[in-house]
């Protein structure tokens, strides 16, 4: 099992940037895939962004394509999601998810371990 802990998120304007980290201790980090998802009020949990176990292979969600970008740090064992250009439609909760696959997946049903959440806000 994984544990992580995610920080960084706050309150922003529109247009502006944020950068959201998660640190992951417990199982080997550098083996598995990991995730970013996030939740707004009302809506279902959705993918946001994921990289494979080395870093090398990344997908995005179309909404964020262009203006997010997922790093992974396997010396550090931390996963980090860059967030440019941000609009007020990304405000949701933020949530990192370690996977069961070496292989970036785009469901929440592939990711096993799950943090607490980092609040993000876009004002307009």
């Known amino acids: 099992q994984v544990q992580l802990v995610e920080s960084g998120g706050g309150l922003v304007q529109a247009g502006g940037s944020l950068r959201l980290s998660c640190a992951a201790s417990g199982r080997t980090f550098s083996n598995y895939a990991m995730g970013w998802f996030r939740q707004a009020p009302g809506k279902d949990r959705e993918f946001v962004a994921a990289i494979s176990w080395g870093g090398s292979t990344t997908s995005y969600a179309d909404s964020v394509k262009g203006r997010f970008t997922i790093s992974k740090n396997n010396s550090k064992n931390t996963v980090s999601l860059q967030m440019n250009s941000l609009k007020p439609e990304d405000t949701a909760v933020y949530y990192c998810?370690?996977?069961?696959?070496?292989?970036?997946?785009?469901?929440?049903?592939?990711?096993?371990?799950w943090g607490q959440g980092t609040q993000v806000t876009v004002s307009s």
């Open positions: 998810a370690s996977s069961m696959s070496s292989v970036q997946r785009t469901t929440s049903a592939a990711y096993r371990d």
